[in-house]
């Protein structure tokens, strides 16, 4: 008998209007969260580290995973104070680990987390999901944001249709598609200003995929033994969506990519979080063929399901039901499992969390952070408990 996954559940901190008791009643026994109000690049001190801790812990729960310790955009741009920043990093890995906190998720998207032009894609059955809209994203790109060199990005018949959507929307709607996709970090009710993020890009003018890449690899040499002596296991999210957009680079959205991250710097401490629904939006991914490459590098599981649209469009499915096989990706991950007990390794519980839950029934009546509701999360953690099961007997035992 091997042990099942970590069932763990998003949990935004104190504000967060879906409560430790609620994720309690969900079978979830791990949290996962962050210090979301101390700014990025600022150190998590011990003692905020142990006050989110006891809090966690009060409620019969397990302070499982950190999501995020977000990377300052001058480690990323590679500026001159970036080894400021890197020691302050690897401060709050230390204190963290002096608390039992030992996996630490980030990203390395600049200046946008996650991104999706719809907040509010309402579905047949009623529910609500999350939605990127090439068409919304392509209009916003060209003809409000107004980047220089948007056009060669895009052909003349999207530019077309861009027009089109944007002639076609109210001047509510447009504000709304502004701020849904400058929203900042999650955790955070940050929006930045069409202004705002045109400075950022000028900051980024002289970093292309290749420069981005070679300063995630300066970051990791930096961090990744330090947080090898500690214990910890950093585990990198994937580009969501998992393509340049608005002329940023993105270089961790393929096999070849995260491939390429573990070869950089070899190390038990250099893994990754397997996001399903993040590598799912690029349809070259196999994703049961990269946890069967990959799958000794994995430390955290998101699983959620995207349904591809056209046009590059795509919007959160039902967890077992969209265009992401999450049989065969179950299955491969209850494979490595097997494979981490024949090595006799101890970190055989992958935590997983299921991830961008639709808005459904008394959803509609809370205030959460977008895809963070509290049934719709259960409902899909509910799936992939019982998927779990079931090819855990059919198959392995």
Known sequence: ?????????????????????????????????????????????????????????????????????????SIKIGEANRDEYIEKYIVSLRNLADNGIKIVCYNFMPVLDWTRTHLDYRLPNGASSLRYDAIALAAFDLFILEREGAKADFSPAIQQKALAYLENISLEEKNLLCNTIMAGLPGTDEVFTVAEFRGYLERYADVDANKLKQNLYYFLRAIIPEAEKMGIKMCIHPDDPPFSILGLPRVVSTKNDLLDLVNAVPSPSNGITFCTGSLGANLNNDLPKMI??????????????????????????????????????????????????????????????????????????????????????????????????????????
């Open 292 to 397: 069967d490459q990959l799958g000794k590098h994995i430390h955290f599981l998101h699983l959620r399901n995207v349904q591809h649209e056209t046009d590059g469009s795509f919007h959160e499915g039902e967890h077992l039901s969209a265009s992401t096989d999450m049989f065969a990706v179950m299955k491969a991950v209850i494979r490595e499992q097997y494979r981490r007990l024949k090595d006799g390794r101890k970190d055989v519980a992958i935590p997983m969390r299921p991830d961008h839950g639709h808005k459904i029934l008394d959803d509609f009546n809370r205030n959460t952070y977008p895809g963070y509701s509290i049934i719709g999360r259960l409902k899909g953690l509910a799936e992939l408990r019982g998927l779990e099961m079931g090819i855990r007997r059919m198959f392995f035992e």
């Open 1 to 73: 008998m091997i042990a099942n996954l970590e069932q763990t559940f998003r949990w935004f901190g104190p504000a967060d209007e879906v409560t430790l008791n609620d994720i309690k009643q969900t079978g979830a026994t791990g949290i996962v969260t962050a210090l979301h109000h101390i700014p990025c690049g600022e150190i998590w001190t011990a003692e905020e580290i142990r006050k989110r801790k006891a809090i966690i812990e009060n409620a019969g729960l397990k302070w499982s995973v950190v999501e995020s310790v977000n990377i300052h955009e």
